[in-house]
């Protein structure tokens, strides 16, 4: 009788969990790759959710987006800085499971030290997991400081993320301005881009970065309440970007 009420409450707690997902009504896109189809879940600001196959992929989790207490567990977590709308051990400790792979900085594994299976990734590195290949590239300001001089997001502290997932390669920038790493990128399919002030792009910065690199799909995102508007007629005339707008604020 025992194993029975357990077994109940076991896929009761599961069909809530699901239906208390679904009910979010975030807003999702499947990308077909050559491994598989990708679904993308925009959860909000900077936080995402990656489906390929069996595998699920956060990326900055946060409980200012999401009950992540009902979300599905993780194979694959990625930080991409320290900031505490992307760094969010609550929300991390929710969804791990116990072969989960985290992905940060330096900065970020000395904030969370319990975090000790982290792998850290520094600006250039390279890895394989879970047979997608994870390149680290910079993320940082030029141009927007605080009072004190300093960029909102120094040079070295945080990771953007070009995934490589088959043939399709993505790009997940994090808090950042129009730089040249990004810029001299070459063959991005999908892109994630951030778009408020002052910590991250104008739309004219945005807009910038996208016609050097060329993504073929371009997702503004972190926007806050900056007039997505303002991008769409900066690209207009941009007839190989598919430019596509969620909600992301």
């Known amino acids: 009788m025992n194993k029975k009420k357990t077994l109940f409450t076991a896929l009761f707690l599961a069909v809530f969990n699901l239906s208390f997902f679904a009910q979010q009504n975030f807003?999702?896109?499947?990308?077909?790759?050559?491994?598989?189809?990708?679904?993308?879940?925009?959860?909000?600001?900077?936080?995402?959710?990656?489906?390929?196959?069996?595998?699920?992929?956060?990326?900055?989790?946060?409980?200012?987006?999401?009950?992540?207490?009902?979300?599905?567990?993780?194979?694959?977590?990625?930080?991409?800085?320290?900031?505490?709308?992307?760094?969010?051990?609550?929300?991390?400790?929710?969804?791990?499971?116990?072969?989960?792979?985290?992905?940060?900085?330096?900065?970020?594994a000395k904030r969370v030290p319990h975090?000790?299976?982290?792998?850290?990734?520094?600006?250039?590195?390279?890895?394989?997991?879970?047979?997608?290949?994870?390149?680290?590239i910079p993320a940082y300001n030029l141009v927007?400081?605080?009072?004190?001089?300093?960029?909102?997001?120094?040079?070295?502290?945080?990771?953007?993320?070009?995934?490589?997932?088959?043939?399709?390669?993505?790009?997940?920038?994090?808090d950042t301005e129009n730089i040249p790493e990004i810029k001299a990128l070459k063959n991005i399919d999908i892109a994630f881009l951030p778009m408020n002030l002052p910590y991250t792009m104008t739309p004219e910065m945005l807009a910038d970065a996208a016609k050097a690199f060329q993504p073929k799909v371009l997702y503004p995102y972190h926007y806050g309440k900056t007039n997505?508007?303002?991008?769409?007629?900066?690209?207009?005339?941009e007839k190989s970007i598919d430019l596509r707008i969620r909600q992301m604020q």
């Open 27 to 108: 807003e999702k896109d499947t990308i077909p790759t050559s491994i598989g189809d990708l679904t993308i879940t925009f959860i909000g600001h900077g936080t995402l959710l990656f489906e390929l196959n069996d595998k699920v992929i956060h990326i900055d989790p946060c409980m200012r987006e999401a009950d992540y207490n009902q979300m599905p567990k993780a194979d694959l977590i990625l930080i991409t800085h320290e900031h505490g709308d992307h760094l969010d051990s609550t929300a991390i400790g929710h969804i791990l499971k116990k072969n989960t792979k985290i992905v940060l900085t330096s900065v970020c």
């Open 144 to 174: 927007h400081k605080r009072k004190n001089g300093e960029p909102f997001h120094p040079k070295g502290h945080g990771n953007g993320y070009v995934l490589t997932i088959g043939q399709t390669r993505i790009l997940i920038a994090a």
């Open 115 to 136: 975090l000790k299976k982290a792998k850290i990734m520094q600006n250039g590195d390279t890895k394989k997991l879970l047979g997608i290949t994870i390149k680290a």
């Open 228 to 237: 997505t508007q303002e991008l769409i007629e900066l690209l207009k005339n």
